[in-house]
Each structure stands twice: as structure tokens, then as C-alpha cells.
């Protein structure tokens, strides 16, 4: 079982349960977003460690988080994964990771925010798809015997 959480509900009062119920969740669990992870850490008062690691061109940050496998930027790195699950090869080592865990786990639960990112225009620059199509790519790629659901809070 894996639960990925990236994004955060567009109405702010939801962030302490949303934060609440991903800690809960069964299995290894996955963030795959800055502001994702600072809002995670703040709701259950956790202090993560912070590394900065260096792909072909843009620096991800890295994060680690008591209770969380993989810790992440989340649009690069959600990006990084579709490439190498393509086989396309890629630097970054969080999207690799968070490939491989994607295909040895059987059952998947995507936690998706509903907020908008505000770094959309940075995105387009870099030819980067959205969360939510990004995820959808993800989705389709991935053996069609696994068990995959998207919770969008």
C-alpha cells in the first residue's frame, strides 16, 4: 500500500484533517510537494530536514519527515517519475525512488489538493504538466491489474 499526498484542499480549514488522515494512513506514504510538506509538518508539528539535491537543470529540494518514506517537490519530481516509468532515463533520484515504489506497490491512493499552485506560469516555462494531468498520466501508464484511487480533498 502506498498513499501519496500532494497538494492541499482549496479551503484551508481542511488542511489539519486532510494532514491528520494521510499520518493515519496505512502502508508507505509519499509527499510529493513543497508546500504540501511544510503545511503536513506544521499541522502535526514536525520538523523536517531539508536537502537540496541538483537535476539536469533545477534544483529539488528533498525532504525528511518522521513517518514518511519520500519527501519531495512535487511537479518536477511528479514529472521525473512519468519519464522513467516511460523509460526515459532521468537525474532525479526522489522520481526514480518514487517510480519504484509506484510499480512494486499493488494498491496506490492518490491524495490530490484541490488549491491551485501558484507556480503555474514556471511550470509552462518549463514544459512541466500540472498536477492533476501529470497524475493522470501516471495513472494510465502504470499495470492496469493495480488498485488505484485519486482522493481529491
Do not use: H, W
Amino acid at each position: 500500500m502506498l498513499s501519496i499526498l500532494t497538494g492541499l484542499p482549496e479551503n484551508k480549514a481542511k488542511d489539519k484533517n486532510t494532514c491528520i488522515d494521510f499520518s493515519k494512513s496505512a502502508g508507505k506514504k509519499a509527499i510529493c510537494g513543497t508546500t504540501t510538506m511544510k503545511v503536513y509538518c506544521a499541522q502535526l508539528n514536525l520538523k523536517p530536514e531539508i536537502i537540496f539535491t541538483n537535476t539536469e537543470t533545477l534544483p529539488v529540494p528533498k525532504y525528511k519527515i518522521e513517518g514518511i518514506f519520500l519527501a519531495t517537490e512535487g511537479v518536477i519530481t511528479l514529472n521525473d517519475c512519468y519519464k522513467k516509468l516511460k523509460g526515459e532515463p532521468v537525474e532525479n533520484q526522489d522520481a526514480i525512488t518514487l517510480a519504484e515504489l509506484l510499480k512494486q506497490e499493488n494498491e496506490i491512493i492518490f491524495i490530490t489538493g484541490t488549491s491551485r499552485n501558484q507556480d503555474v506560469i514556471f511550470y509552462k516555462k518549463n514544459n512541466l504538466l500540472p498536477r492533476d494531468e501529470i497524475i493522470n498520466k501516471i495513472i494510465d501508464i502504470l499495470p492496469s491489474d493495480k488498485k488505484i484511487t485519486i482522493k481529491k480533498v
